[in-house]
């Protein structure tokens, strides 16, 4: 059974491009997480997402980032107009339908760089 | 509003010593704790986790945590440790909005032989 993976594993963007990041939850799991790691920093919530519906934001930032999750095919975490502060490690976590407290299993994540 | 804090940034110990980890936790609500492990340029893998019942709580690895409700705390420990455990560890918690975890700034831990 493929755990969470996540492509590109690293990504180079010049500011202003736009990045997209990829995530394919493990099989079986209809809920979808997507967290940021800043240098030094521990891992911050963005968006919380099940197929085709945003359930909870509010760790989005309100403008560039946006966030899919659709009826087939893996969710995307966009980012437009990209700027130096957006380089991070974006984690993408998944679930099984159920409860609150299942666990979430995280992908290798996506090394974004800002040039 | 949730928050979650780890009391040292890097833990620097001998091969075979014994190590804790540790984790302060502040909710108003029911609150589930977890510990994920990130080796280098790798994911975060769960080494166990607090849901309710039991408060020793029994992980991969031989680790092991104990939830103190009050002290609101959530402390990780391994009687003894080996190089392969030298990576950062990341306290969570969730349960106060669903699906979402709140993560500790991150622990360092690094296994000298």
Redesign the interface.
Known sequence: NAG?M?NPRHLVRRRGQEARLRCSPMKGHS?V?W?RQLPE?????MV?LQKENI??E??MPKERFSAEFPKEGPSILRIQQVVRGDSAAY?C?S?PPGR??D???????T?LTVL | AQSVTQLDSQVPVFEEAPVELRCNYSSSVSVYLFWYVQYPNQGLQLLLKYLSGSTLVKGINGFEAEFNKSQTSFHLRKPSVHISDTAEYFCAAGGTSYGKLTFGQGTILTVHP
Do not use: C, M, N, W
Not at chain 1, 41 to 45: A, D, H, M, P, W
Not at chain 1, 103 to 109: A, C, L, R, S, V
């Open positions: 969470v996540q809920h997480y967290y920093e521990g891992l911050k919530f919380y359930i909870d509010s760790g984690f976590a679930s609150v407290t666990t979430q299993y995280f992908g290798p994540g090394r």
